[in-house]
Structures are given as structure tokens and as C-alpha cells.
T-cell receptor, first 114, second 117 residues
Framework: KAGVTQTPRYLIKTRGQQVTLSCSPI?????VSWYQQTPGQGLQFLFE???????NKGNFPGRFSGRQFSNSRSEMNVSTLELGDSALYLC?????????????FGSGTQLSVL | AQKVTQAQTEISVVEKEDVTLDCVYE???????LFWYKQPPSGELVFLIR??????QNEISGRYSWNFQKSTSSFNFTITASQVVDSAVYFC??????????????FGGGTRLMVKP
């Protein structure tokens, strides 16, 4: 069974640009979550999607958005990039999103904003 | 609000030594779940263990063991006879029962473990 797949693996953008990251969950998983990892703030929850609906959102500005498609694949978008958005963005999936379910993580997309 | 603290930011040991990674959490809920994840240099977080708040039994899996104590709000992780392949960043995380649909993991800051040959 294939794991969580994130593309691209690395991305370099400049301030003010926008970026879209993609995540394909494990087959059969309907819940997809996104996390931002930085050396200063650690791992922080961005949002969670289930059946194409956003169920939960972390404390991030509106420049961060996401969506989920009918096949459970998810994308997250960051508009008007800032230097502080440089981070490893991790996607995780689980079957139905229950609090007791373990998350399966992808290898992440390393975003560098210059 | 929930919070997870991993006071040890970095630990260095020599191969075959035992090492314990500390995790202390805060939550107002009586129902919650605790997790440990391992992050090797590849970046992917690898699930190690899940424990619910009603199960205080310690668990052992090979060289890994976990000690959950509700009285001290701690969920510590011990690696016995460490190996170089254990070198990674280890995260403790907390998940509460959802107040609305959906939930999230709150992670500690992580402990970087370096095992030297």
C-alpha cells in the first residue's frame, strides 16, 4: 500500500508569490491534515479536511488555505508569500479523522521563500 | 488549552546506552490520546505508539518502552541498548476528544537524539 505522497519535495519561491502544495493520502483514508514545521515554532497544525470539507483550522492567517477533492487528494495554497513561510509542510492522512487514529505522514514539501 | 513539553532539546549517547526521552503534557480533558513519533532525516514522521488516557499500563516493544503516569502528566519513552539507527528527532503529541468535528495533534518541541558508535 502506497504511503502519503507529497509533491513537490522542494520548492523555492520569492516574497509575494503564491504556491500550491499537493498531497495524496493513503488509499481509503478520507481525512487529510496539514502541518507546518519550522525550527522556531516546531510542528503546528494548519487545517484538516474530511470528505471535501474543512473540519478544523489552526491559528494561521487567511493567506493559508486548502481544499480536498472527491478522491481525498488535498492541496494547500499560500498566497503573498513571506520570508517566515519558509518551512517543511507535512501532510498526514488517517481513515476517518477520529482522535484515536494514528496519522500517517508524508515526507513533506520543503518550501524556501527568498 | 492543551500543551506538550519536551524539555530535552538534544541528547547524545554512545551506542548500547539506555536513554529516556521525557514528555509532559497539559490538558483539561479526561479523554485524550498520547502519541510518539520519530522523524528521521528523510523528514517523514513515523508513528511509534498511541496510548489513551484510560490505559496507564506501560508498554514494551522490542527495545522501546513507554511509561505513562497520569499523576504526573508524563508519557516518557525509553530506548534500551540504543543503536545508531535510533538517531532521529522524537516528538510526543497529544490529541483531545473533539469539541466539534475534527481534531488536531499538539506536538511537543521534539528531542533530537544522537547515538554515536
Amino acid at each position: 500500500k502506497a504511503g502519503v505522497t507529497q509533491t513537490p519535495r522542494y520548492l523555492i519561491k520569492t516574497r509575494g508569490q503564491q504556491v500550491t502544495l499537493s498531497c495524496s493520502p493513503i488509499s481509503g483514508h478520507r481525512s487529510v491534515s496539514w502541518y507546518q514545521q519550522t525550527p522556531g515554532q516546531g510542528l503546528q497544525f494548519l487545517f484538516e479536511y474530511f470528505s471535501e470539507t474543512q473540519r478544523n483550522k489552526g491559528n494561521f492567517p487567511g493567506r493559508f488555505s486548502g481544499r480536498q477533492f472527491s478522491n481525498s487528494r488535498s492541496e494547500m495554497n499560500v498566497s503573498t508569500l513571506e520570508l517566515g513561510d519558509s518551512a517543511l509542510y507535512l501532510c498526514a492522512s488517517r481513515i476517518a479523522g477520529g482522535e484515536n487514529e494514528k496519522l500517517f505522514f508524508g515526507s513533506g514539501t520543503q518550501l524556501s521563500v527568498l | 488549552a492543551q500543551k506538550v513539553t519536551q524539555a530535552q532539546t538534544e541528547i547524545s549517547v554512545v551506542e548500547k546506552e539506555d536513554v529516556t526521552l521525557d514528555c509532559v503534557y497539559e490538558t483539561r480533558d479526561t479523554t485524550y490520546y498520547l502519541f510518539w513519533y520519530k522523524q528521521p532525516p528523510s523528514g517523514e514522521l513515523v508513528f511509534l505508539i498511541r496510548r489513551n488516557s484510560f490505559d496507564e499500563q506501560n508498554e514494551i516493544s522490542g527495545r522501546y518502552s513507554w511509561n505513562f503516569q497520569k499523576s504526573t502528566s508524563s508519557f516518557n519513552f525509553t530506548i534500551t541498548a540504543s543503536q545508531v539507527v535510533d538517531s532521529a528527532v522524537y516528538f510526543c503529541a497529544l490529541s483531545e476528544a473533539p469539541r466539534n468535528a475534527g481534531n488536531m495533534l499538539t506536538f511537543g518541541g521534539g528531542t533530537r537524539l544522537m547515538v554515536k558508535p
